[in-house]
């Protein structure tokens, strides 16, 4: 059962960090989340790990030390992540973000490094891989452990939103599954990054938990592995819709990979489909 937790937003309203998503792609929000939520989510997650779902992936190949895990779609069948991504404080959020009338629930994707984890999460932007177009359109990263640099806190390219470019996603580890799905896009390759972009030009902060992240579909962004020997790194990427978006029918997505189409039903969407229904549903207003 779902104890009594906050689901209004305590941050103040504020044009600053609205000011700073638009113009860099990406800001930070400090304790939006009370310690209620970061236990309960982080009892959630250590559930998740211990039971994987078959769309689940380990990018940690064996013998390597750490575990870096993924998965998706935990809303599905974990009344807890439900709850989250619906009675949180963050589909408030996501209205704010988006300046739309109703936000949806597009999915969740956990995210987890261990300690002494190498693994490094490529260089990537976000939409690419989703079949998904429209301007309301938002990613929430939330972290129960602190996220440092050390401990692979997510890097984003300032400004990259605004480059007008879409480029090829990355398969997030050898033999998960992806990279022939999204080999069938034809985008052209990302830019080398590290040796490309100025310091200057890289965001990175360290985060305490009840903190998040935030950042725009195509703000190209990354991860570093888990240097620390001691601290872990548990984090859940929420994805929210406006209005405005709608489906795209285009090749290379991460839904028309093989084991995401066994998992999921079929969506029943045509080209220009709104985003509704069961599997995308309405979490603001509630």
Same mark, same amino acid.
């Given at each position: 059962m779902t104890p009594a937790l906050p689901r209004s937003l305590s941050l103040e309203p504020s044009a600053a960090?609205? /000011?700073?998503?638009?113009?860099? %792609?990406?800001?930070?929000?400090?304790?939006?989340?009370? @310690?209620? &939520?970061? /236990?309960? !989510?982080?009892k959630a997650v250590d559930r998740a790990l211990d039971a994987p779902s078959s769309i689940s992936r380990e990018y940690t190949a064996d013998g390597r030390p750490g575990r870096y895990f993924g998965d998706f779609f935990l809303w599905r069948r974990d009344e807890d992540f439900q709850s989250f991504m619906a009675d949180s404080p963050l589909p408030e959020l996501a209205s704010r973000i988006l300046g739309s009338e109703h936000v949806f629930f597009f999915y969740d994707q956990l995210l987890v490094k261990e300690p002494g984890t190498a693994e490094e999460t490529p260089w990537?932007? =976000?939409?690419?891989? &989703?079949?998904?177009?429209g301007t309301q359109i938002v990613s929430i990263w939330v972290p129960f452990d602190p996220a440092t640099p050390e401990t692979g806190t997510v890097t984003y390219v300032r400004g990259s939103h605004r480059w007008g470019k879409m480029f090829a996603p990355a398969a997030f580890g050898e033999g998960s599954g992806f990279a022939a799905t999204y080999a069938e896009g034809g985008l052209e390759p990302l830019p080398d990054i590290a040796n490309e972009v100025e310091a200057e030009g890289i965001l990175v902060w360290s985060l305490e938990p009840g903190d998040i992240l935030i950042h725009h579909p195509l703000t190209i962004?990354?991860?570093? %592995?888990?240097?620390? @020997?001691?601290?872990?790194?548990? %984090?859940?990427?929420?994805?929210?819709?406006?209005?405005?978006?709608?489906?795209? =029918?285009?090749?290379?997505?991460?839904? /028309?990979?093989?084991? !995401?189409?066994?998992?999921?039903? =079929?969506?029943?969407?045509?080209?220009?489909?709104a985003f509704r229904g069961e599997l995308f549903p309405r979490v603001w207003p509630r």
């Open positions: 960090w609205l /000011e700073a998503y638009a113009r860099d %792609g990406a800001a930070v929000l400090r304790g939006v989340l009370d @310690s209620g &939520w970061v /236990e309960f !989510m982080r990537h932007h =976000d939409l690419p891989y &989703w079949p998904l177009r962004h990354h991860a570093r %592995g888990n240097a620390s @020997s001691t601290t872990r790194r548990r %984090g859940l990427a929420l994805r929210y819709v406006g209005d405005d978006a709608v489906f795209d =029918d285009r090749p290379g997505t991460f839904l /028309e990979s093989p084991h !995401m189409k066994a998992y999921l039903p =079929d969506l029943g969407l045509r080209d220009g489909d």
